[in-house]
C-alpha cells in the first residue's frame, strides 16, 4: 500500500487533534507541518517526530513533501492560507468554519472553480457514530418526512488558544459561526433542504467577563437560541450553553417526522467528565404508532475516542477523506457550498443577535442576507 503523505497547517489543538487521528490510519505519514508558533511546533513534532516542521506555510508547501493537506489554523487565517493552498493543486481538509464570513466563503469557492483536487470541509459531526446511526434510520424512514429538528449543546466554556484568538467575534466570525456551523450544517442535511430565514436571540452573559485581553473583554456569545425555516417548510432550533459543564449530555439531536422522534445522545469528552472516563452514547426511536422509545447504545472503541474530543468523529472523517484520496480523487462528502451555507445561516444568526430581527436569505441562499 503507498503511504500517502499529510501536511498540517496549523498545530495548535485542533491541529493535534487531527495528527493523532490520522496516525491510527493505515498506509499514512504526517511528512510536514507549519505553524507560526514554536511552542505548538515542539508539541506537534512530538506526535510525528519524522516530520520536517516549518514556522512559515509558503516554506512547507514549496517544499512539495505531502500528497494532502490538512489546515486547522485559526479561522481568521482561513482565507489567505487556502489561496496558497489551492495554488499546490493537492488535495485539501479544511476545518469549520471554511471562513469567517459568507462572503470570504464565496471567494474560496470562486477560486476552487476548475480544480481537479478536492477540498473538503471538515464538518466532522456528520460522523459522530450516534449521529450517523440517526441519518441510517432517518434515510431508511422510521421518521417519516422531517418536520422539525431540534439540537441541543450545553457544554464547557471555549477552551484557552494561543493570543487567545477564539475570543473575539473579529478572528472566529462569532460563535455561531465558529462553535454552530456543525449544527446548521447537520440541520441542512438532515432535513434535506436549503435555510430561507434565521431568527436568534443571545448574549454574553458568564463566561469570560472578567477576562481582558490586551485591554478589552471578549465579545463571543456564550448562549443562544436559534430558529431556522427552510424551503421545504420544516424548521429546526439551536439551543445552545456554554456555562453547563455539569450536563450528562453534551449534545441531543433530534429530528421528527409523522411516524416517529429520532434522537441521537453525545456525552462530552472523557476530560471533562467527573471521572474523566470515556462515555458511550445512545441512539432512540419513539415511535408513535407504538407509543414507546427504543434504546441502543453506540458502542466506539476507546482508542478512537481518546484520539480527540469529537466523539470519534475526527477519525471517521478521516478515514472517509482517506478513501477518497486512495481512489485517486473525485467529489468530497462535504462540499465547499456545504461549508459556506454553515457560515450563511451562522452569520445570519449573529445578525439577527444584534438587530433583533429575523435575517431573511436571498433566493436560493446565493443573495445577501437582509432582515426582514
Not at 486547522?72 to 489551492?86: C, V
Not at 488535495?91 to 462572503?103: D, F, G, Q, R, Y
Not at 445552545?240 to 462530552?268: K, N, Y
Not at 481518546?306 to 486512495?326: C, I, K, N, W, Y
Request: glycine share 10%; hydrophobic share 45%.
Amino acid at each position: 500500500m503507498t503511504t500517502l503523505r499529510y501536511g498540517i497547517v496549523g498545530a495548535g489543538m485542533m491541529g493535534q487533534e487531527h495528527m493523532r487521528n490520522i496516525a491510527l490510519l493505515e498506509g499514512t505519514a504526517i511528512t510536514a507541518l507549519a505553524d507560526p508558533e514554536e511552542g505548538m511546533r515542539a508539541a506537534a513534532a512530538t506526535l510525528a517526530p519524522s516530520a520536517r516542521t516549518y514556522a512559515d506555510h509558503r516554506e512547507m508547501l514549496s517544499a512539495d513533501l505531502c500528497d494532502a493537506y490538512v489546515l486547522a489554523a485559526p479561522n481568521d487565517l482561513h482565507i489567505g492560507l487556502m489561496r496558497d493552498l489551492l495554488a499546490t493543486g493537492k488535495p485539501i481538509l479544511c476545518e469549520k468554519p471554511l471562513a469567517t464570513s459568507a462572503a470570504d466563503c464565496r471567494e474560496i469557492m470562486r477560486l476552487a472553480v476548475g480544480r481537479a483536487a478536492p477540498v473538503w470541509v471538515a464538518m466532522e459531526y456528520r460522523y459522530m457514530p450516534p449521529v450517523t446511526r440517526l441519518i441510517e434510520a432517518l434515510n431508511a424512514g422510521l421518521a417519516g418526512k422531517p418536520r422539525m429538528m431540534a439540537i441541543r449543546e450545553h457544554r464547557f466554556p471555549f477552551l484557552p488558544k494561543v493570543g487567545d484568538w477564539n475570543r473575539f467575534n473579529a478572528r472566529t466570525g462569532g460563535t455561531l459561526v465558529e462553535k454552530c456551523c456543525h449544527f446548521f450544517d447537520l440541520m441542512r442535511l438532515l432535513l434535506g433542504s436549503d435555510p430561507v430565514r434565521v431568527y436568534a436571540s443571545g448574549g454574553s452573559d458568564v463566561n469570560h467577563r472578567d477576562e481582558r485581553i490586551d485591554g478589552r473583554t471578549p465579545d463571543i456569545l456564550d448562549n443562544a437560541f436559534v430558529c431556522v425555516d427552510f424551503a421545504s417548510g420544516a424548521r429546526a432550533m439551536l439551543d445552545l450553553c456554554m456555562f453547563a459543564e455539569g450536563s450528562h449530555w453534551q449534545e441531543v439531536i433530534s429530528v421528527t417526522g409523522e411516524r416517529a422522534r429520532l434522537d441521537a445522545f453525545v456525552p462530552g469528552p472523557a476530560r471533562f467528565s467527573p471521572d474523566g472516563k470515556e462515555r458511550h452514547s445512545e441512539f432512540a426511536v419513539s415511535d408513535r404508532a407504538e407509543k414507546r422509545e427504543r434504546r441502543e447504545v453506540i458502542a466506539v472503541d476507546e482508542r478512537i475516542l481518546r484520539a480527540g474530543d469529537h466523539h470519534g468523529s475526527t477519525f471517521f472523517q478521516h478515514e472517509r477523506f482517506l478513501g477518497l484520496l486512495r481512489a485517486g480523487w473525485g467529489a468530497p462528502e462535504v462540499s465547499l457550498e456545504d461549508g459556506w451555507w454553515s457560515v450563511l445561516v451562522g452569520e445570519a444568526a449573529e445578525r439577527s443577535i444584534r438587530t433583533g430581527q429575523a435575517v431573511e436569505l436571498g433566493a436560493g441562499g446565493h443573495g445577501a442576507a437582509s432582515a426582514a
